[in-house]
């Protein structure tokens, strides 16, 4: 029902984050501890979180929200629901300005007994968390792919300026202290880039470790954009910290790929419980 509308109007979804909750109500509006009606009534918990700023929420049509959903004793319980644009009780309260990915809108969602009818869920009641997770680990998968992008075009630039860029009579690239930054620069930039080529063949054959090889890549190539392009800035000097370079921008939008599809150091914890099969 909805895909032919989504491919007529050119339609996506963006996802939100779990800080909302869906209880279901009878036709009086009061609370019952078994589901009786096919509605949920879904209320923002917190308005403050950053993880409620939703990307590209501006554009969208359709919304994919992962919602806790209480069922008796079950308690934590999470539910996919797709919420159209149409659907009263929405809103979005304001489009937030960053640092970086400007190109990118991000907005927050408020939602006030937001109706919807259980024929949106996506599938049976608590598989949110499966799906939650899977697209997660496609998510590390796009951030490390973005990250592996801003970390080679800072290296590329900075390879290119330091040849050009003359002090004593020579380019700064014949130092070797300009070297040993390039050198260091590009072994992260080939070492993320062949992490994550691992990870996606691994996905690809449906090997059970494939999202974890993602998330290391994701960690790895977001602090590798981060370093490079911090590097980039410094053999720039101060040309680099000027707009008429592109590198300030790329250091700028490399930290969101470390807090962006859970930080850094949430991932770690990740990554060593499923080590240790905590």
């Known amino acids: 029902q909805l895909l032919g509308r989504m491919l007529e109007e050119r339609r996506y979804a963006e996802a939100t984050a779990f800080y909302f909750e ?3 109500q009878d036709p009086g509006n009061m609370p019952v501890l078994r589901p009786t009606v096919d509605d949920y009534v879904r209320q923002c918990l917190r308005h403050c979180d950053s993880a409620s700023f939703v990307e590209l929420v501006d554009r969208a049509g359709i919304l994919i929200v992962f919602a806790g959903t209480k069922s008796g004793d079950d308690t934590g319980a999470v539910s996919a629901f797709i919420v159209e644009k149409d659907t009263p009780g929405w809103s979005m309260e304001r489009k937030v ?15 006030e007994d937001c109706r919807v009818p259980e024929q949106n869920r996506l599938g049976q009641e608590g598989d949110g968390q499966v799906m939650a997770a899977k697209v997660l680990g496609y998510n590390c998968v796009v951030t490390a792919a973005r990250a592996l992008g801003i970390a080679q075009g800072a290296f590329d630039y900075a390879l290119n300026y330091t040849q050009e860029r003359e ?5 700064i690239a014949f130092f070797q202290g300009i070297q040993f930054m390039l050198a260091d620069m590009a072994t992260l930039v080939e070492a993320g880039r062949y ?5 996606c063949a691994e996905i690809d054959r449906g090997e059970e470790g494939g999202f974890h090889t993602a998330s290391m890549a994701k960690c790895f190539l977001s602090d590798s954009a981060m370093k490079v392009s911090t590097d980039a800035v410094q053999l720039l000097g101060g040309y680099g ?9 790329m250091m700028r939008d490399a930290k969101l790929t470390q807090i962006s599809v859970g930080t850094n150091r949430m991932r770690h914890l990740v990554l060593a419980q499923e080590m240790l099969a905590l």
Request: proline share 5%.
């Open 167 to 171: 002090q004593f009579g020579r380019p």
């Open 241 to 249: 910290f000027m707009k008429d370079h592109p590198v300030e921008r």
């Open 97 to 111: 300005k960053k640092m970086g990915t400007n190109a990118v809108s991000a907005s927050e969602l408020v939602f």
């Open 22 to 24: 869906a209880v279901r």
């Open 195 to 199: 992490l994550l080529y691992r990870g």
